[in-house]
């Protein structure tokens, strides 16, 4: 589905482990979708370079695309607003780009699926200072504090014991916080 990503569930053989509310976005999937018939709306590209088809899922046949209509009837749209996914814009593909943008921020403003779970506390070394959170999405690791690691989507969220586990793991600091 073109400009969403949901948490992962597990899939051992590929060494994926599963992610904060993986689950509950399959369930919701598999509830609204499985035998269902839905129309498919391609947009620049047809297939990415894994041969996936690229398609924005309508429940309902689309006529005019205006906010209302993607609102109600895209299923991309229903993952967004009802906290089961976050926003992953990948050029060309970008006709709802602006549109998801606005509907996972209000996801997150209302607290709704993922975006209600509780952050996971920050880990602490021996000497008792805080952690430092890193958003695997971005490779940027945070202060506890910083606001922009409060707003790291749960399933996104890595804690490391110090500077240095962060940095070795292949993260870079934060330029608002500066870690």
């Not at 598999?30 to 924005?56: N, P, S």
């Not at 910083?146 to 989507?153: F, N, S, V």
């Not at 014991?161 to 600091?173: F, H, I, M, Q, V």
Request: hydrophobic content about 30%; proline content about 7%.
């Amino acid at each position: 589905m073109i400009g969403v990503n949901c948490p992962e569930i597990s899939h051992p053989d590929l060494g994926i482990k599963e992610q904060p509310y993986g689950r509950e976005a399959k369930e919701y999937t598999t509830k609204r979708l499985l035998g269902k018939k839905v129309w498919l709306e391609l947009d620049t590209q047809e297939r990415d370079r894994y041969g996936r088809l690229l398609a924005y899922v309508w429940l309902e046949p689309p006529s005019s695309g205006s906010e209302d209509e993607v609102r109600s009837k895209m299923f991309n749209a229903r993952l967004l607003l009802d906290g089961y996914a976050q926003v992953m814009t990948v050029q060309p593909n970008v006709k709802y780009a602006d549109l998801f943008v606005k509907f996972q921020r209000e996801a997150r403003e209302q607290g709704k699926g993922l975006w209600g779970l509780a952050p996971a506390a920050p880990s602490t070394s021996k000497g008792g200072e805080a952690g430092y959170i890193g958003n695997a999405r971005s490779k940027v690791f945070h202060r506890p504090d910083c606001e922009w690691a409060q707003k790291i989507a749960p399933h996104n969220r890595v804690e490391f014991r110090s500077r240095e586990e962060a940095l070795e793991a292949g993260y870079r600091p934060c330029e608002v916080c500066n870690p």
